[in-house]
């Protein structure tokens, strides 16, 4: 999976909306993303009615803020969110005031439905580390899946970083390009990770691992089977 996410100057979009024009509460900017959200006065149960107008339910909490109730377009946090995941800061930006520097922490999501029913957002300080699970994104083609002789497991689908928040990276890309033989693996020691971000864990831990091709082991088996018993099995049924 390639990730390339590319933000341009500061923009605002209109939709058509009946005979209304609304401006999008999306930006992309060079600087980052932003999302505009409105304190919310409905709490409990009926939040569900903001629900049903397209409204997702949200809280902010974090570094020198009391816990507040928001709320923000469901459309518009989907699309920043595709953009930032949980480890790229967003310019949330409440009631017009100025813009808090937070993380997604928390998706609430319906089992049922697979709709968002809330966010938790964590406002940061860029002065303070702090630690994310940031995802795995492998590249590369070792020789080995090549030939057909192993698959890429994925051991670690994520792996805990520690960083400023500003140089949290979107994902940790692992070449595997130089593993040369089955069950080669790539640890937590040897990832490449940009100035400032420490990898938290056991150095040791597996993060991927060239796996013997199990479809070649059956296939082996099926040839063999195919062949009829051998010499020693025919003499000894005999």
């Known amino acids: 999976m390639e990730l390339l996410w590319f933000f341009g100057e ?22 980052g993303m932003e999302l505009k959200a409105t304190r919310r006065q409905i709490t409990g149960k009926a939040v569900r009615r903001l629900r049903r107008q397209g409204r997702l339910p949200a ?15 469901g459309h518009e946090f989907e699309r920043v969110y595709a953009r930032t995941g949980k480890t790229q800061l967003i310019d949330l930006v409440i009631d017009g005031g100025r813009p808090h520097k937070v993380l997604v922490k ?7 439905r697979n709709t968002l029913l809330h966010v938790d957002f964590h406002q940061v300080s860029l002065r303070e580390r702090l630690q ?27 792996v805990r970083v520690e960083s400023l928040p500003a140089s949290i990276p979107e994902a940790i890309e692992v070449d595997i390009s130089g593993l040369t033989n089955v069950d080669d693996v790539v640890r937590i020691a040897d990832l490449r990770l940009p100035g400032g971000v ?35 099995q025919a003499s000894e049924e005999a």
Not at 15 to 22: I, K, M, V, W
Not at 59 to 72: F, N, P, Q, S
Not at 201 to 210: N, T
């Open 106 to 112: 928390e998706v609430q999501v319906s089992p049922r």
């Open 198 to 232: 420490v990898a938290i864990g056991d150095p040791e831990d597996v993060v991927v691992k060239l796996a013997a091709r199990r479809v070649a082991e059956v296939e082996a088996e099926a040839e063999v089977a195919a062949e009829g018993p051998s010499e020693s």
């Open 10 to 31: 500061p923009c605002s979009h209109l939709l058509q909306g009946g005979s209304e024009e609304r401006t999008v509460a999306f930006q992309e900017r060079r600087d």
């Open 59 to 73: 809280v902010l909490y974090g570094h020198r803020t009391a816990a507040t109730d928001l709320e923000v377009e």
């Open 132 to 158: 994310v699970d940031v995802p795995v994104v492998v590249t590369g083609e070792a020789e080995p899946v090549r030939a057909a002789q192993a698959d890429v497991l994925l051991v670690l689908h994520s």
